[in-house]
C-alpha cells in the first residue's frame, strides 16, 4: 500500500486511490455541503465500518460563498470558524475537499472565473498542502435544485467539474496527485431520473432529499446521501457497509431520522453504481459488495 508522501504520479488506473483511513482532510465548502460534518454521525459512520474514528476532518465553511469569495478573504469574519481556514492552514492537511456555491456552473452562464479560482485552490493544494509536500483536491460537484430543468443543471455542473479536472490533469506537477471528481451531481440525477420513471423508493424521493420549502439544502434523506458519498468518494468506504442507524444530530443538534430500509438499500445501490461507472473519481469498486 502507498503511504502519504511517494510519487503518486505514476499510480495506475489514471484517477488514483483513495486517501488512507487517518489523512487529514480539509472541507472548503458552503452551507450546503457542510451539514454533513455537524455532529458526529459521519465519524460514528466511518468507525462502524473501519473499527477506528476517522483522521482529522476541518470544516473551513462560509454560506453561500463561491471559491473566489474563500480564496480572496481567507479568514472572513462570517465564516462559522476562524479555523481552520483552507488557504491560510492548508499544510496541516493532506486532502482539500472543495465545492463551489450553489449557483455555479448553471446552464449558459459564464464558468470561467470559477474554473480560474478552482484551479488556483487545485494548485495552492499542490504547492502547500501536507507541510510543502502537496496535498490531493477531491472536487465535489454538487447536486441541481429541487426545481426546473434539473436534467441539464446537473450536466453541466459535472462537466465543468470535469474540465477543472482536465485542465489540472495537463498542469499537475511530478509527484503529485491528480484532482479526483466526486459525482454528487450524478449521483442526485440518477435520483432525479428514477423518481419521474417510477422506479425510486417513492414517488416524492427526490423531493424528500431536500427540506420543505427549500430547494437546495437537504433533508435527513439527503444528508443520509451526502455522508455515504463523502466516505465513498474520499475513503472509498462500500456504502453497503454504512449502517442506517445512529448518524448523529442536524445542524439544529436534533437527532437525524434515517431513512426507511427500502430508502437506505436503494441509496447504497445509486451511490455504488454511479462511482463504479465513473472512473474519474478514482475509486475501485470491484471489491464492494
Known sequence: MLKLGTNRSVLAPKYPAPAETATPVIVSGNSGVDRIFFGDGLQKMFQAVRGVLPGRIGVSSIPGSPWKYRWDDPDAPDAPTAY?????????????????????????????????????????????????????????????????????????RIAAYELIQDQSIAACPPGQKIPRVIPGSLVWLRFYRDTVAGTAPSATFYQDLFLPNDNFHQSNNGEYVNMLMFLAGVFGIDPKLCPRQGFGKDVNNVARVPPTEAEVTYIRHVVKDVLAAYPRSGIDTSGWS
Open 84 to 156: 481552520p481556514d483552507a488557504k491560510l492552514n492548508i499544510g496541516e492537511f493532506d486532502v482539500l475537499h472543495l465545492t463551489n456555491y450553489s449557483g455555479a456552473f448553471n446552464p449558459g452562464a459564464n464558468i470561467n472565473e470559477d474554473v480560474s479560482y478552482g484551479r488556483k485552490w487545485i494548485n495552492h493544494a499542490w504547492a502547500n498542502g501536507r507541510g510543502g509536500l502537496g496535498a490531493e483536491t477531491l472536487l465535489w460537484s454538487t447536486w441541481a435544485t429541487s426545481s426546473g430543468d434539473v436534467v441539464a443543471a446537473s450536466q453541466s
